[in-house]
C-alpha cells in the first residue's frame, strides 16, 4: 500500500465515500483490507471539488488535515429555501427575491464573519444519538442537531445578484456547513435561499487546480506525509529529540531542535520533524514536547511540489 495524500476533483453526483472505493481499488490492489484509506473532510454528493484521499500511514494525518482552512464557490438561489439547503431537496417556502438587492445581500453576507453559532443542515451526516441526522429527517422526524460554533474568516460575493442568483466565495473552518449559509441569507433576506451549486477549492495548502479525477487515481500523483506540515508552527527536530519523540518520551522544548512559523495557530497543532519522522506533538504547561501523532517516512521524497500554479516547493530541513 502506497503512502500519501492524493488530491482528487470529486465530481457532483459521486458520493466521497465511492469516490475513496474507487482510489482505493486502482491503488491499494491487493493490499490486506486492513490497509487504511479514507478522506479528510465528505463533500456532499452534490457538491464538486477537492477531495483529500488519505492512505496507508497518512491516514493518521486525518484530523489534522481536516483542522485546515478550507475554501469554497457557491451560487446562492433567492427565493426559494429547501429541506436540503441545495437544489436536490423539495421546496418547503418560496419567497419574493425581487426586494433583495446587492447591498442587502452583501450586509447579510458579512454577517456571517468570525465565530458564530450555527445550526447544521438536517439533512447532513452528523449524527444524534448513534442516528444520522438525515436517515431521521428523511424518515419525517427532527434530528434535533444543536447549533454549534464555526469560524467563517472571509465571505464575498464573487459575481453580481442577477435573476436572484449570487455567486459567493467563503473560507471556513471545520465544521462550517455552506449550505446553511445561503439557507441562513434566505432567513435574514426573508424571501428563503438555497445553494445551487457548490464546489471545494482547497484546503490549506491543497488546491483543485493539482487534482486529478477519482478514475485518474495514480501512486505517481502522491505527496508525501510532509507536503502538511507547512502550514502548521512546527520545530525541526535534532536527532536526539527524534530518537526520543519515535519511542514516546517526552522532550523539552528548548532541547528539541529549531521552531520554524506556521499560519496556523498553535491551537491546530505542532508539527515535528526529523530525518525520518514526521508527525504532531502537543505542549504542556512545562513546555514539553508529548507525541501525539508519529509517522515513520523515510522512504518518501525530501523534496515535493503541491501547486502547480505556484510551483511551491518544500525542501527538507536539517538541523
Do not use: W
Not at 486502482?26 to 479514507?38: D, F, I, R, T, Y
Not at 450586509?107 to 445550526?119: A, E, I, K, P
Not at 495548502?205 to 487534482?211: G, I, K, L, Q
Not at 520545530?235 to 521552531?259: F, H, I, K, M
Amino acid at each position: 500500500m502506497p503512502n500519501g495524500f492524493l488530491l482528487v476533483d470529486k465530481p457532483a453526483g459521486l458520493r466521497s465515500a465511492a469516490c475513496v472505493a474507487l482510489v482505493k481499488r486502482l491503488l491499494a490492489g491487493n493490499s490486506p483490507a486492513k490497509e487504511k484509506v479514507g478522506h479528510a473532510g465528505t463533500l456532499d454528493s452534490t457538491a464538486s471539488g477537492l477531495l483529500v484521499v488519505l492512505l496507508g500511514a497518512a491516514a493518521r494525518c486525518s484530523d489534522y488535515v481536516m483542522r485546515l482552512p478550507k475554501v469554497y464557490e457557491a451560487i446562492v438561489r433567492l427565493g426559494a429555501a429547501t429541506d436540503t439547503c441545495d437544489a436536490s431537496g423539495e421546496f418547503v417556502f418560496r419567497g419574493d427575491a425581487s426586494k433583495a438587492d446587492e447591498r442587502a445581500f452583501d450586509r447579510v453576507l458579512c454577517s456571517f464573519l468570525g465565530t458564530r453559532m450555527q445550526v447544521p443542515p438536517a439533512i447532513s451526516a452528523l449524527k444524534v444519538n448513534g442516528r444520522a441526522a438525515h436517515r431521521t429527517a428523511r424518515a419525517g422526524g427532527d434530528p434535533g442537531l444543536a447549533a454549534r460554533p464555526v469560524t467563517v474568516t472571509s465571505a464575498a460575493r464573487s459575481s453580481p445578484l442577477a435573476d436572484g442568483r449570487a455567486k459567493i466565495t467563503v473560507t471556513c473552518g471545520k465544521g462550517t456547513y455552506v449550505r446553511a449559509i445561503a439557507r441562513d441569507i434566505g432567513e435574514r433576506l426573508g424571501c428563503g435561499a438555497h445553494v445551487e451549486t457548490l464546489r471545494r477549492l482547497s484546503i490549506g495548502p491543497f488546491r483543485v487546480s493539482d487534482a486529478c479525477a477519482p478514475e485518474a487515481a495514480d501512486a505517481q500523483r502522491l505527496l508525501p506525509c510532509r507536503s502538511l506540515g507547512s502550514v502548521f508552527q512546527r520545530v525541526l527536530l535534532n536527532a536526539d529529540a527524534e530518537r526520543r519523540l519515535t519511542n514516546g518520551l517526552s522532550v523539552p522544548l528548548s532541547e528539541a531542535g529549531r521552531y520554524v512559523p506556521g499560519t496556523l495557530s498553535l491551537e491546530s497543532g505542532l508539527c515535528v520533524e526529523g530525518g525520518t519522522l514526521f508527525g504532531f506533538a502537543g505542549l504542556d504547561e512545562k513546555f514539553l514536547l508529548r507525541p501525539q501523532t508519529n509517522i515513520l517516512d523515510a522512504a518518501e521524497p525530501a523534496t515535493f511540489e503541491i501547486s502547480g500554479d505556484e510551483k511551491l516547493k518544500f525542501q527538507e530541513m536539517k538541523i
